[in-house]
C-alpha cells in the first residue's frame, strides 16, 4: 500500500521501554527490521530509551516529528505506560502486539508499586484493545486475555528472539567453574532463568530442590538466573535458602551476560520451571534449544505447556515430592533425556526462525494490505 | 548419578507414547515415597510456612483471623537491641549504648507496645462480629441463578430465533448472547451483518469454542455487563438466563441492560412460562434456581417503566415466550414498589 505522498505506509512501533538483552527489545528491534524487509517504512518509539539503543528509537512524544498520512501504530504491550492513553488521543489505526503482563494479584502483598502497575496495565488494555485492528499474541493463553479485554481480531506469533546466544561459545570461566564444581561435588545442576519476583516462583523450587536432595541427589545445586524486580521477594528467598541450610546448593548470579547464559545452558543437566505466569517463556525455547530438557509446571502456568508442546515433563502442579521424582527420572534415564531434547530442538525450531517474522508479515498485511 | 533402571523405553515410532509412560512411572514412584513414610505430607507444609515466615505480611494469611495472629505476634516491640558485631570492641560499644539508652527506649517502646496492643484488641472484636454476621448471612444466602435450557431455549425447537433476528435487525452497535452456548445463534446473528459476541458461564461448553472464529468468552452475564462501557452495546439477547433469577439477581442485570445497551438498542428476552418451569420433565436447574420465570405481561411492565418500548409474542403451544424491546431513553432501571398493580 502506498500513501497519497507516493510513500508505503508506516507500521511504527510503540512500547514502555527499549533496552538491550531484553526480551521485549530484542523482539521490536527484529520486528522492524521484518517490517521494513517486507516494504513498509517503520521506525520505534518508546517511553524510556536505553542510552545503548539511543540511535535506534525515538522518544514517544516526537511522533508527530515523523508522522504521516497512513501511518499505523503497533504498540509492543508489555506493562503499564503514558504510552498507552498516547496512542489513544492520536487516533491511529492500532495493532497491539502483547506479550501479555504479570497480573496484580501475584504482586499482592509484595511491592504494592508493582501491583499497582500492573492494575494499571489492565486498564490500559482494557483502553486500548476494542479500538484495535488487531491483537497479536504469543500464545493462545494471551490471546484468551487479548479477547476477555475487548479484542475482535487475534493471532498467535511467536516472539522474536535471538536463541543464537544460547549456543554461541559459551563464557569459558563460568563453564570451567560449573565444570569444577560438578567433579569436586557431584550432583546435578539444576538451572532457572528468569527474573526473581513472584509469578516466577522461584521459592517452589528452592522447595522442589531440598526435596530432591532429601529423596535422590544430597549434592544437586540449582542456578536462579535473572536479576530481580522486587527487593522483597528476593529477600524472602534468599532468608529462605539461608534456613533450609541451602546457601552453599543455590547460586543467585544475577543478569549475566550472553556468554555466561550460553555456559549455564551448557553445563545444567536439566531446565526447571514451576513459573506461575508465563506469557510465552522466552527462556523455556532458549533450554530447548540448547537441548537442555525441561520440567516444567504446566496448569495454572500461563503459556508454559503450549509453549514446550511434548516438549518437556509437563507436571500438573509444583509438588516438591512429584518435581523431585521427575527431575531424579530426567537425570537418571539417558533415553529419557535424549528423547527430550530430540523433541526440544525440533520444537524450538517451529518456533524461531523466518517464518515467524512472515507469520507477523501476513498477520499484519491482513488488516492494513499488503505493503 | 546412577543409570535409571526402568522397564520403559523409548519407543522411535511414539516418543509421544513414551513420555506418558514415563509421567506414569514417575506418579507411580511418588506413591510409592509416599507410602514408605520418606515424605510425610507435613514436610511440604512446614516448607510453605518456613517460606511465608520469611514474606511480608502482606502475603501471609489469607483471612483476618490469620492476618490478626501476625498483628499480635509483633504487638510486643522490644526494647533490648541485640549487640553481636564481627569487630572486636563492637560488641562493647553496643552494650554500652545500649545500656545508656535503655530508659529511654524502652519508654517510647512500651508506649508503642500499648497502643498497637489496644489496636489489636479492637480489631479482634471487628473481627468477631464480622464472623458472626458471615454465619448469619450465609444461611440466608441466595445462590445465582445458572443457566437453565429447555427445548425451545435451543434449536432446534427454538421457533424465536427468526423473530429475535428480526427485531435485532436495526441494532445500533454490537449485540450480545447470553448464554450463548457453543456459539449457534451468534453465527446466525453475524451470518445476518452485524457484530455480534457470546457469553457463558459453563466453561467447558465455551472453551471448546473459545478461540474459534467467534468471539465467545467464558464470563457470567452480569459481571460482564459491568465491565462493558456505558451505551456501549446495541443489542442484548438473554436465552436460558433470567428464568431462575431471584428478584435481587434480576433487578442487578436490568440495571447493567440500563447502562450498557445504546438509546435506540434492543433487548431480546427468551423466557419459558411457568407450566414449563414447574413441569415435571422440566430440567432439574428449574427445581434447584432460587427464582421462577415472570409472566411476559410482567416484562413488558418492568421494561416500559425503565425505559423500553416492549412486545411479547406468546411460542406455538404456550410454554414459552418472546420479549422484545427497544430502549427509548437513558431512564435507569427501578425496582417496582410492591403491590403497584
Avoid at chain 1, 505522498?5 to 527499549?18: N, S
Avoid at chain 2, 456505558?230 to 428464568?243: K, P, R
Amino acid at each position: 500500500m502506498i500513501t497519497a505522498a507516493g510513500r508505503p505506509v508506516a507500521v511504527h512501533q510503540f512500547l514502555p521501554a527499549l533496552n538491550p538483552h531484553d526480551a521485549t527489545g530484542t523482539h521490536t528491534l527484529k520486528l522492524r527490521e521484518v517490517l521494513r524487509a517486507a516494504g513498509w517504512r517503520s521506525e520505534i518509539f518508546a517511553e524510556a530509551v536505553h542510552d545503548d539503543l539511543a540511535a535506534e528509537a525515538y522518544k514517544h512524544w516526537m511522533y508527530p516529528e515523523h508522522a504521516a498520512d497512513g501511518d499505523i501504530a503497533l504498540y509492543q504491550f508489555t506493562t503499564s505506560s503514558v504510552v498507552a492513553p498516547y496512542l489513544a488521543e492520536q487516533g491511529l489505526p492500532l495493532i497491539l502486539d502483547f506479550h501479555n503482563f504479570t497480573s496484580p494479584e501475584l504482586f499482592a502483598g509484595w511491592e504494592p508499586g508493582n501491583e499497582t502497575r500492573a492494575a494499571q496495565a489492565a486498564e490500559d488494555l482494557a483502553l486500548l484493545a476494542p479500538e484495535a485492528l488487531l491483537g497479536l499474541a504469543r500464545s493462545t493463553y494471551s490471546e484468551r486475555t487479548l479477547r476477555h479485554a475487548g479484542c475482535r481480531r487475534t493471532a498467535v506469533t511467536p516472539v522474536l528472539a535471538d536463541y543464537a546466544r544460547v549456543t554461541a561459545a559459551p563464557d569459558p570461566r563460568v563453564a570451567a567453574e560449573l565444570r569444577d564444581r560438578r567433579a569436586a561435588e557431584g550432583g546435578a545442576d539444576i538451572l532457572f532463568v528468569g527474573r526473581v519476583v513472584p509469578s516466577k516462583a522461584q521459592h517452589e523450587l528452592v522447595k522442589a530442590l531440598w526435596t530432591y536432595r532429601r529423596l535422590y541427589d544430597g549434592a544437586a545445586r540449582l542456578h536462579l538466573v535473572g536479576g530481580t524486580s522486587s527487593y522483597a521477594y528476593s529477600k524472602a528467598l534468599y532468608d529462605f535458602i539461608v534456613d533450609l541450610g541451602l546457601a552453599g546448593a543455590v547460586r543467585l548470579p544475577g543478569e549475566v551476560s550472553d556468554t555466561a547464559l550460553a555456559a549455564y545452558y551448557e553445563q545444567a543437566d536439566v531446565f526447571l520451571s514451576l513459573s506461575v505466569h508465563e506469557g510465552f517463556g522466552v527462556p523455556l525455547v532458549e533450554a530447548m534449544t540448547a537441548g537442555l530438557p525441561i520440567v516444567a509446571r504446566g496448569a495454572g502456568a500461563g503459556a508454559v505447556a503450549q509453549t514446550v508442546g511434548d516438549a518437556a515433563l509437563v507436571l500438573e502442579s509444583g509438588d516438591p515430592a512429584y518435581v523431585a521424582a521427575a527431575l531424579h527420572r530426567v537425570c537418571t534415564d539417558d533415553a529419557l533425556r535424549r528423547t527430550l531434547a530430540d523433541k526440544g530442538r525440533r520444537r524450538a525450531v517451529e518456533l524461531q526462525g523466518e517464518k515467524v517474522g512472515h507469520q507477523f508479515v501476513e498477520a499484519i498485511a491482513g488488516v492494513v494490505g499488503q505493503p | 548419578m546412577a543409570e535409571h533402571t526402568g522397564d520403559t523405553a523409548p519407543d522411535p515410532e511414539d516418543p509421544g507414547a513414551y513420555v506418558q509412560q514415563v509421567m506414569a512411572e514417575i506418579a507411580e514412584e511418588v506413591r510409592l515415597r509416599r507410602a514408605s513414610g520418606d515424605l510425610p505430607p507435613r514436610l511440604e507444609r512446614e516448607l510453605d510456612e518456613l517460606f511465608l515466615a520469611h514474606s511480608p505480611i502482606g502475603v501471609r494469611g489469607g483471612d483476618l483471623s490469620e492476618a490478626l495472629r501476625l498483628v499480635d505476634a509483633a504487638t510486643f516491640i522490644d526494647p533490648v537491641v541485640p549487640v553481636e558485631s564481627e569487630r572486636a570492641a563492637g560488641a562493647a560499644v553496643k552494650k554500652g549504648m545500649r545500656t545508656m539508652l535503655l530508659w529511654y527506649v524502652g519508654w517510647v517502646t512500651h508506649q508503642m507496645s500499648q497502643s498497637t496492643s489496644a489496636v489489636s484488641r479492637a480489631l479482634h472484636i471487628v473481627d468477631d462480629h464480622l464472623k458472626e454476621l458471615e454465619r448469619r448471612i450465609e444461611a440466608q444466602r441466595v445462590p445465582d441463578a445458572t443457566v437453565v435450557e429447555f427445548p425451545t431455549s435451543v434449536p432446534p425447537g427454538a421457533w424465536w430465533i427468526e423473530p429475535a433476528l428480526a427485531a435485532l435487525a436495526k441494532a445500533p452497535g454490537r449485540v450480545l448472547h447470553a448464554a450463548c452456548g457453543n456459539g449457534w445463534l451468534v453465527r446466525r446473528i453475524v451470518d445476518s451483518g452485524l457484530d455480534a459476541y457470546g457469553i457463558d458461564p459453563r466453561a467447558p461448553i465455551v472453551d471448546a469454542a473459545e478461540l474459534g472464529a467467534l468471539d465467545l468468552r467464558d464470563e457470567h452475564v452480569t459481571e460482564h455487563l459491568r465491565a462493558v462501557a456505558a451505551a456501549g452495546l446495541g443489542g442484548i439477547v438473554l436465552s436460558g438466563t433470567v428464568e431462575g433469577m431471584a428478584g435481587g439477581e434480576r433487578m442487578l442485570l436490568l440495571a447493567a441492560i440500563g447502562v450498557t445497551l445504546a438509546p435506540g438498542g434492543t433487548l431480546v428476552i427468551h423466557s419459558v412460562g411457568r407450566g414449563a418451569w414447574e413441569a415435571a420433565d422440566a430440567p432439574y436447574g428449574a427445581d434447584l434456581a432460587p427464582g421462577r420465570p415472570l409472566r411476559s405481561d410482567t416484562w413488558c411492565r418492568v421494561l416500559e417503566e425503565s425505559g423500553y418500548t416492549a412486545a411479547a409474542e406468546q411460542g406455538p403451544d404456550g410454554s414459552d415466550y418472546l420479549i422484545t424491546a427497544v430502549r427509548t431513553g437513558l431512564t435507569p432501571y427501578k425496582q417496582p414498589e410492591p403491590g403497584i398493580r
